[in-house]
């Protein structure tokens, strides 16, 4: 599972870039506090906790966890 320290993203799009599952995206229904559209997990069943988002990510915006 991934978790996202929400207002640290400026919307970069380089997490939803490499994961290799391609569930996460930028949801532009929303924005944070920086006033960037957040990235979001759409579909957290798929995600293998490879970590690469958590790895590629600028601003350490995201943990990633092994679900228990
Ligand atoms: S841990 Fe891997 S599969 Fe899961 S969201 Fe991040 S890059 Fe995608
Ligand atoms: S890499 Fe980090 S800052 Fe960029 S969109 Fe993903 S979570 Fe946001």
């Known amino acids: 599972m991934v978790i996202f320290n929400e207002d640290l993203c400026k919307g970069c799009d ?3 870039w490499v994961c290799p599952k391609k ?9 944070n ?4 559209n957040p990235m979001v997990c759409t579909d957290a ?5 490879c970590g ?3 790895w590629i990510c600028p601003d350490s ?4 966890k092994k679900a228990a």
Not at 23 to 29: C, F, N, V
Request: with cysteine; hydrophobic share 50%.
């Open 33 to 36: 506090a920086k006033g960037y």
């Open 52 to 54: 690469v988002c958590n």
């Open 14 to 16: 380089l997490c939803a």
């Open 23 to 31: 569930i996460l995206h930028l949801d532009a229904t929303r924005v």
């Open 61 to 64: 915006v995201i943990a990633v």
């Open 45 to 49: 069943d798929k995600c293998i906790s």
